[in-house]
């Protein structure tokens, strides 16, 4: 049977709630089709790869429920970085339909909030220097561009590494 998460974070969603909750190896098929709906074929994530971060010991996959349907969610994997562990964002993805509701912003207060309990002060990330809307995004919750990656994407696209360190 799967056990029941305790709730992260909750924030409210026009009339609707927000709620987090860690993912399972069983949304495995909605994490799938919510990431090939927010990117195109080439850099969608294969399901395989997503199955390896649901199972991982140092990956933290979240996902956000509003009106009980399932409309993002967003993994980070835990790396040391010297003595200290640093956190990895993988993706947030966040339905169309759902988007500028602050859902992005819910569950990555939830990713934050596991990176600190396990001791981490940071987290990085890669995003396409096209990818504008995802640039706000990260600008917004604090995050600093550090440096640009040529041919990141498809070994075309360059991307932009990013980061946010708290005390
Ligand atoms: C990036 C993404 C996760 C944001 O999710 P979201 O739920 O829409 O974000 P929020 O509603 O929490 O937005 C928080 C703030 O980010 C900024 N922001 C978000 N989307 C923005 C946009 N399209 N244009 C400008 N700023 C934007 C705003 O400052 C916003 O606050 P505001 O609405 O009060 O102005 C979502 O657009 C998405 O899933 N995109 C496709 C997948 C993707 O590119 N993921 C990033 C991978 S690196």
Redesign the pocket.
């Known amino acids: 049977m799967k056990p029941i998460e305790p709730t992260d974070t909750s924030a409210p969603i026009d009339a609707v709630t927000c709620t987090i909750r860690a993912a399972h190896v069983e949304d495995l098929d909605a994490l799938f089709a919510i990431d090939s709906r927010?990117?195109p074929p080439e850099i969608a994530y294969p399901k395989e790869f997503l199955q390896q971060l649901l199972c991982s010991p140092t990956s933290v996959p979240r996902v956000a429920i509003a009106d009980t349907k399932m409309v993002?969610f967003a993994i980070v994997e835990m790396r040391k970085h010297g003595l200290r562990p640093v956190g990895e964002l993988v993706?947030?993805?966040?339905l169309e339909s759902?988007?500028?509701?602050?859902?992005?912003?819910c569950l990555h207060a939830a990713i934050e909030r596991a990176v600190q309990q396990r001791g981490g002060r940071k987290i990085r990330?890669q995003?396409s220097v096209e990818?504008e809307?995802?640039l706000?995004?990260y600008e917004?919750l604090g995050y600093r561009t550090r440096g640009r990656i040529p041919n990141y994407y498809n070994n075309s696209i360059d991307a932009w590494w990013m980061e946010k360190i708290w005390k």
């Open positions: 927010c990117f993002g993706t947030i993805d966040v759902a988007r500028r509701k602050g859902v992005g912003q990330l995003v990818n809307t995802a706000r995004f917004r």
